[in-house]
């Protein structure tokens, strides 16, 4: 295990700007958790980090300040999980109250300008979609603008006149215009979109719209309205390569930044967008970029970052300079016993061109013990960033190889669309394809390689063990849908329908779902298994854990389940990562590197 780095260290992410320039808000779980915390923003410098978090004990995931500065609208996600809740939260005192208390979850929108009014999505466990609506916070009372699976409302117009509203399944996303007073709405994309976000201008006549609609990557595009129709329609930005990640405007509507996937490294570029005359962004720690806002003045951005050696953290980044500093007392970056990762590509059993990351242990020569790791989504990407995980099993001797198999995002919506519905059989052949690429290419031992992986990396860790049981040694399955017919069933209702665009309708395509799901094949995974979950996770319910642990052992093996009880889909809180960094490293060393089989050690020895 690799100890003492900043990698194990706290995490500053998702840095918000208050609209008059004084403050920043962040998420840091600085105190264990993810929580809210604001500071004033000093003219250069870092800032004087407070002592608590405006919100003690509560799991934050998004935050938007009140236009006047007065209050932060945040989403909180009690014990990690999907029933999430919005609350409006007095920026000075901390004091709030909740929004929608009805409803099974809430899930954030954008603000009126005038600051009375906030977008917010209401979930309901008996609807199969959202309710994106405005809230009146003087009274409470709601305008429904639309419904359906990710409704939400993305922006509101200067006058208050307009509104542009999100809404479809995954991979199938659309824009609509709204006029909030005749009610009148024009479509604004050209079919489905895999991104699908969009701003209005400074003076209302344009909209900003950021989309792979009608084409295979990203892109910035203008939209001209006159009143609610659309005029014209145009391109700002965009690559024939590369996916455009993240757009942020300043305050005075004359310059975008544009935050670019470069092979999953993050690019920084500035846009005016009187001109169209793009120049390079300041340098910004780490790989990747996660977050970027415009100061008031327009002089700096406030980048959210990280990478290999660069623990999640915000800097100010000075436009037309050089000069990038922290402003907040993250760990420094550290390179002394990390391994940065080196990109790799390999070829499909069909000729498609795949890519992956290698991390091997410093010196490694020839092959040797070796993990595939895949991420969850599909609609992810595998990128250079703090992965303490990665990192602890090298120091403990053991290769990653993190492979972005089709249906990862990042390749253009082509290539994310690739393992759609009966798709998928070949998305499960590309880990079988990893494996052959290390070990022919002397980088792995056929003998000593497992596979693992988060939510739907989870799943597809036990399809590749069940369909290849003569590759793997080990497996590890984290929060990962063993049953596909089940997860429909047990999932919340508006993750379903918005999935059966990926796997397929549980009613009509259930052969195909049964056929897919690796709990029916528990017979053939004879690869020890390692199966974690939190108890919170209603996005991959426990059930999908229980009922794979259960299926193994009734065939006579002997896998283990390490459960949280105060987690949801994602773990939150640091001292539990540390017990599941630490469990995954034993139980995959156990197997690569010890001569007794992993499937012989007792559950007390997990740490």
């Given at each position: ?6 990698l194990?260290?706290p ?114 466990e ?43 399944k ?43 609609a ?5 892109a ?58 793009l ?28 990478g290999?050696t ?7 980044a ?25 990109p ?28 595939i ?46 393992d ?10 590309d880990?079988?394809?990893?494996a ?122 002997t ?22 960094v ?26």
């Amino acid at each position: 295990m690799v100890e003492g780095t900043g990698l194990f260290g706290p995490a500053y992410t998702q840095p918000g700007l208050s609209p008059d320039g004084t403050r920043l808000a962040w998420v840091s779980d600085r105190g264990g958790r993810p929580q809210l915390w604001v500071a004033p923003l000093p003219a250069d410098g870092p800032l004087d980090e407070p002592h608590e978090p405006l919100l003690p004990d509560t799991d934050v995931v998004a935050l938007t300040w009140s236009p006047d500065s007065s209050s932060i609208a945040v989403q909180i996600a009690p014990f990690g999980g999907e029933r999430t809740r919005v609350r409006i939260v007095d920026a000075a005192t901390g004091a709030g109250r909740d929004l929608a208390t009805g409803a099974a979850a809430a899930t954030l929108g954008a603000w009126s300008p005038t600051g009375r009014q906030l977008g917010i999505t209401i979930l309901s466990e008996h609807r199969n979609d959202g309710q994106a609506c405005l809230v009146d916070l003087r009274d409470g009372t709601s305008t429904v603008l639309t419904s359906g699976p990710a409704a939400k409302v993305c922006a509101v117009s200067g006058d208050g006149r307009r509104a542009v509203m999100r809404t479809g399944k995954r991979g199938a996303r659309g824009l609509e215009l709204v006029d909030l007073r005749s009610g009148r709405r024009t479509n604004l994309l050209p079919g489905g979109a895999l991104v699908a976000e969009a701003r209005f201008g400074i003076t209302g006549h344009q909209l900003y719209v950021h989309t792979d609609a009608g084409r295979d990557r990203a892109a910035l595009l203008a939209v001209t309205l006159r009143g609610s129709a659309v005029s014209g329609v145009y391109p700002v930005a965009e690559r024939d390569g590369d996916d455009l990640d993240m757009v942020a405007l300043d305050p005075a509507g004359a310059r975008a930044a544009l935050v670019w996937n470069v092979g999953g490294r993050s690019e920084l570029e500035l846009l005016d967008l009187r001109s169209g005359r793009l120049e390079p962004g300041p340098p910004i720690p780490g790989d990747v970029v996660t977050g970027a806002g415009f100061t008031r003045d327009g002089r700096a951005l406030v980048v959210a970052s990280e990478g290999p050696t660069v623990p999640p953290r915000i800097s100010r980044a000075g436009l037309g300079s050089t000069v990038t500093e922290p402003l907040l007392p993250a760990a420094p970056a550290v390179t002394s016993g990390l391994v940065d990762p080196v990109p790799h590509t390999f070829r499909a059993d069909d000729g498609l061109t795949l890519s992956g990351w290698l991390l091997r242990p410093a010196g490694a020569v020839g092959p040797g013990p070796t993990i595939i790791w895949l991420h969850g989504g599909p609609e992810s990407q595998e990128r250079p960033t703090a992965q303490p995980l990665f990192q602890a099993l090298v120091a403990a001797g053991i290769s990653v190889f993190a492979p972005n198999v089709r249906g990862s995002s990042g390749y253009g919506r082509r290539f994310a669309a690739a393992d759609d519905l009966d798709r998928r059989f070949a998305a499960i052949a590309d880990v079988r394809a990893a494996a052959d690429h290390l070990t022919s290419a002397g980088l792995a031992d056929p003998d000593r390689l497992g596979v693992a992986g988060r939510s739907y990396g989870g799943y597809l860790t036990l399809a590749a063990l069940a369909a290849y049981p003569e590759r793997f040694a080990v497996g590890v399955d984290i929060c990962g849908m063993s049953d596909l017919a089940s997860f429909f069933a047990h999932t919340e209702p508006w993750i379903a329908s918005a999935a059966t665009t990926k796997y397929g309708d549980p009613d009509v395509d259930a052969a195909l779902l049964r056929e897919l799901s690796p709990l029916h094949r528990a017979d053939r995974i004879r690869a020890p298994l390692l199966v974690v979950h939190g108890e919170h996770d209603t996005n991959v319910p426990m059930i999908e854990a229980t009922q794979i642990v259960e299926a193994l052992r009734a065939h006579g093996r002997t896998p283990e389940l390490l459960r949280f009880a105060d987690e949801g889909h994602e773990i939150h809180d640091r001292a539990n990562r540390e017990v599941f960094v630490r469990a995954v490293v034993a139980w995959v060393a156990a197997a690569l590197l010890s001569p007794r089989p992993a499937a012989a050690i007792p559950a007390r020895s997990l740490p």
